[in-house]
């Protein structure tokens, strides 16, 4: 049985606690090798029937990327309309994307059709396919902050609309627009927190049925 030191668990919590969504980065780019070794952990992620359907694809052109800013100016105008008040100006004054100067950028996609793993699993709840992807995601999360890199997940999309921009294929969804690069600043406090728009709550209570 394979046994891990005190050492190691303080160290795995104190990388759980700098896994922090980065909006600021530095422009600087991110060593191919390094990119490498992080990527290499969507290898040892758990997926539902052993499926592996993640589906990566790197946004480096001028045009991927101006589709991916233009979408999340849109969408991100949109929900600012939902707001009101004291709540609307905070929003407005949120950074909620590293679009502009992440070096590096990946979708992360689900394919919904693959028929590695012969639906094991997935034919009664298909969904795990994308919470297998989303595991995955976490396991790079963690690999990249090791290597010192800085994540931001930006959910402010209209994924159907930036899928059709990118001509994806019709059976992958988006799960994840990752920006990937170095902070320009590190804190473990989430900035959200820091500026007021939501506090982190302590684990819930573990409930019995």
């Given at each position: 049985m394979v046994q891990f030191s005190d050492a190691f668990r303080q160290d795995l919590a104190e990388l759980m606690r700098w896994r922090r969504d980065v909006r600021r980065f530095r422009t600087d780019p991110v060593p191919g090798p390094v990119l490498d070794r992080c990527l290499q952990s969507f290898a040892?992620?758990?997926?539902?029937?052993?499926?592996?359907p993640w589906r990566l694809r790197r946004i480096g052109s001028a045009a991927a990327r101006t589709a991916a800013r233009d979408n999340f100016r849109?969408?991100?105008a949109d929900a600012l309309r939902g707001y009101r008040g004291a709540r609307a100006e905070t929003?407005?004054?949120l950074k909620l994307s590293g679009m502009d100067d992440a070096p590096e950028q990946i979708a992360v996609f689900c394919d919904d059709a693959t028929t590695q793993g012969a639906g094991l699993g997935a034919r009664t709840m298909p969904e795990t396919r994308r919470y297998s992807v989303v595991c995955a995601?976490?396991?790079f999360w963690l690999a990249a902050r090791a290597e010192g890199l800085g994540v931001g997940w930006v959910s402010i999309l209209d994924a159907p609309s930036l899928c059709a921009a990118w001509k994806t294929p019709?059976?992958?969804t988006l799960v994840a627009y990752l920006c990937i690069g170095w902070p320009r600043d590190d804190d473990?406090?989430?900035e959200l927190?820091?500026?007021?728009w939501e506090e982190r709550r302590a684990m819930p209570p573990l409930e019995m049925l």
């Open positions: 040892l992620a758990p997926s539902v029937g052993l499926s592996q849109a969408a991100n929003y407005a004054g995601i976490m396991q019709k059976d992958w473990t406090a989430p927190e820091r500026l007021g």
